[in-house]
T-cell receptor, first 111, second 112 residues
């Protein structure tokens, strides 16, 4: 298995632009998680899905953030409009019954 | 809600054993995890332990779980320079909300 796949790996954008991060979970995993990691706040859970349904989005910072999972093999995290404080590494992770594996992350820089 | 705490730094001499400690608050946690993150990389699942186990060993790694004290530890035997990384402890309660709560990570520094 190729593991969790994220794209793009790096994204540099200007403040106010829309950013879309993509994730392909491991086949057969039924849960998907989006995390954000910064030096200041560490690793934060933004949202997670179970069987494609959002279960808990309490970690989503504000309405500028949205996430979808239209099917079992694809999820997106969108930021619109982006702000410099959104600069971070965004990780997607997928989980089977007991194991959770992370993707390589997308490093987002908003200037 | 669940909280996971770990010390931020640990320095160990090469060849010695490293012991990274973690405490959690949810006594109903079902799985406990250790992840390793090297600079510029994602989180790599090292090992996990189910809550009905006391110990799990995998090559140089030994995980000890004390449910009474809600304390988890990761021992790395014969620490090598390649072990230099940040180690995250995480707890998961699959009977409640299935969220995986992470500690802030322990940065392991290897001394020559």
């Amino acid at each position: 298995d190729a593991g969790v796949i994220q794209s793009p790996r790096h994204e540099v954008t200007e403040m106010g632009q829309e950013v879309t991060l993509r994730c392909k979970p491991i086949s057969g995993h039924n849960s998907l998680f989006w995390y954000r990691q910064t030096m200041m706040r560490g690793l934060e859970l933004l949202i997670y899905f179970n069987n494609n349904v959002p279960i808990d989005d309490s970690g989503m910072p504000e309405d500028r953030f949205s996430a979808k999972m239209p099917n079992a093999s694809f999820s997106t995290l969108k930021i619109q409009p982006s702000e410099p404080r959104d600069s971070a590494v965004y990780f997607c992770a997928s989980s089977s019954w007991w194991e959770q594996y992370f993707g390589p992350g997308t490093r987002l820089t908003v200037t | 809600g669940e909280d996971v705490e770990q010390s931020l730094f640990l320095s160990v001499r090469e060849g010695d054993s490293s012991v990274i400690n973690c405490t959690y608050t949810d006594s109903s946690s079902t799985y406990l995890y250790w992840y390793k993150q090297e600079p510029g990389a994602g989180l790599q699942l090292l090992t996990y332990i189910f809550s009905n186990m006391d110990m799990k060993q995998d090559q140089r790694l030994t995980v000890l779980l004390n449910k009474k004290d809600k304390h988890l530890s990761l021992r790395i035997a014969d620490t090598q320079t390649g072990d230099s990384a940040i180690y995250f402890c995480a707890a998961r309660n699959m009977n409640r909300d299935d969220k995986i709560i992470f500690g802030k990570g322990t940065r392991l520094h290897i001394l020559p």
